[in-house]
């Protein structure tokens, strides 16, 4: 493994921890768990939903107080669930059934496990509802190895030979089936990474440049610039002050 891509991994293995703090993780694991990534929704439930850093007191009983932020997180990951496409009956249904399983938790432990159960529920159905968009086996493999390798440059040639598929008929697939091109999907999911990385990592945009492996910092300001409409520094100062203002999970206190 090069260093660059140790350096990518570790920070897709970490971006849920607060690597600034007082940043606040939670929004990125709501947008983890509606982007389907199960992956990293499984490593982030390592840490007990009752020993999370932030948590608010809404009830001097410890068990009915975690009760409460059960319920503000189930109802939360559905909005974000239902923005990324899930069916709304689903989304709230769900969220309904969890949050009245919650209530009959008879301790702390019981409210962890079902909150590593409900989120991981939420992504896998992201997951699939994604993937089913996608009809071609070729499409979903290409799409997984874009996820798994932002840290490379990544070319039709190179998706082409994983799938064993004609560059430009592999290109037209793509196109038909995912709805945009293979590069702009590849740049746009390096735009997002490089939005989360600004927010939450102490990496620079020159050294997130690297990791992205764009050709130099200034083309990849270049490209952040056209398609978020403000430059990486700029992106970062204004919403890091955003999240600086949050003193919880759920918001301004």
């Known amino acids: 493994m090069t260093k660059k891509e140790f350096v990518y991994k570790e920070f897709l293995r970490k971006e849920e921890n607060i690597l600034r703090a007082?940043?606040?993780?939670?929004?990125?694991?709501?947008?983890?768990?509606?982007?389907?990534?199960?992956?990293?929704?499984?490593?982030?439930?390592?840490?007990?939903?009752?020993?999370?850093?932030?948590l608010g007191v809404l009830s001097k009983n410890q068990l009915q107080n975690i009760k409460y932020h059960f319920a503000i997180t189930i109802a939360l990951v559905?909005?974000?669930?239902?923005?990324g496409g899930m069916d709304?009956?689903?989304?709230?249904?769900?969220?309904?059934?969890?949050?009245?399983?919650?209530?009959?938790?008879?301790?702390t432990k019981e409210i962890d496990e079902?909150?590593?159960?409900?989120?991981?529920?939420?992504?896998?159905?992201m997951q699939k509802l994604r993937k089913n968009k996608i009809c071609s086996i070729h499409v979903v493999k290409c799409i997984d190895y874009i996820h798994d390798n932002l840290h490379n440059r990544i070319t039709v040639e190179d998706l082409a030979n994983?799938?064993?598929?004609?560059?430009?008929?592999?290109?037209?697939?793509?196109?038909?089936?995912?709805?945009?091109?293979?590069?702009d999907y590849i740049r746009d999911l390096?735009?997002?990474?490089?939005?989360?990385?600004?927010?939450?990592?102490?990496?620079t945009p020159s050294q997130i440049a690297t990791i992205l492996a764009f050709p130099d910092q200034s083309y990849f300001?270049?490209?952040?610039?056209?398609?978020?409409?403000?430059?990486?520094k700029k992106y970062q100062t204004m919403?890091?002050?955003?999240?600086?203002?949050?003193?919880?999970p759920y918001g301004d206190n």
Do not use: W
Request: contains cysteine; proline residues 3%; glycine residues 4%.
């Open 88 to 107: 709304v009956s689903t989304a709230y249904s769900l969220s309904d059934f969890y949050i009245q399983k919650a209530d009959t938790c008879k301790s």
């Open 190 to 203: 390096k735009i997002d990474a490089a939005k989360n990385m600004l927010l939450y990592s102490d990496f």
């Open 78 to 83: 559905a909005r974000y669930c239902i923005d």
């Open 22 to 54: 007082p940043y606040n993780p939670e929004l990125e694991f709501y947008s983890t768990i509606k982007s389907g990534d199960v992956k990293k929704v499984k490593e982030a439930c390592t840490e007990a939903f009752s020993e999370k850093q932030g």
């Open 221 to 232: 300001t270049d490209v952040f610039r056209k398609y978020v409409g403000v430059t990486p």
């Open 162 to 183: 994983l799938v064993e598929l004609n560059p430009s008929y592999l290109s037209r697939l793509f196109k038909k089936e995912a709805g945009v091109s293979i590069s």
């Open 239 to 248: 919403h890091i002050r955003e999240i600086e203002l949050k003193h919880s």
């Open 114 to 125: 079902l909150h590593s159960k409900a989120t991981m529920d939420y992504a896998t159905r």
